[in-house]
Nanobody, 126 residues
Framework: VQLQASGGGLVHAGGSLRLSCAAS????????EGWFRQAPGKEREFVAA????????????YYADSVKGRFTISRDNAKNTVYLQMNSLKPEDTAVYYC????????????????WGQGTQVTVSS
């Protein structure tokens, strides 16, 4: 089972990036899929997550306050892929971004996630 994150890079403040996380080895359509990030010297923090569309949550999404209105998470179950569209990027968004999958509905805590990707670097210059 593997989660492969991609799409990171260097962008100027105000720019956009789209991260992708492709799963292989199994399907995660019944899992919550999320994105976390970790800046140098800081703990890994929750960014966004999308619930499975195949439970009572109906595929609802939720975000950290710091990214609301700028980031959008989505999933394509046919491609077994989750995306994070990041707009209006700020230097404080600079971090390694990780995708992850959790069985729990509404999972926001790192410890709720069972599967993790390897991370992709996002650098926002001022």
């Amino acid at each position: 089972v593997q989660l492969q994150a991609s799409g990171g890079g260097l962008v100027h403040a105000g720019g956009s990036l789209r991260l992708s996380c492709a799963a292989s080895g199994r399907t995660f359509i019944d899992y919550t899929e999320g994105w976390f990030r970790q800046a140098p010297g800081k703990e890994r923090e929750f960014v966004a997550a999308v619930n499975s569309a195949f439970n009572w949550s109906g595929g609802s999404t939720y975000y950290a306050d710091s990214v609301k209105g700028r980031f959008t998470i989505s999933r394509d179950n046919a491609k077994n892929t989750v995306y994070l569209q990041m707009n209006s990027l700020k230097p404080e968004d600079t971090a390694v971004y990780y995708c992850a999958a959790a069985q729990a509905i509404g999972a926001k805590n790192i410890h709720e996630y069972q599967f993790w990707g390897q991370g992709t670097q996002v650098t926002v210059s001022s």
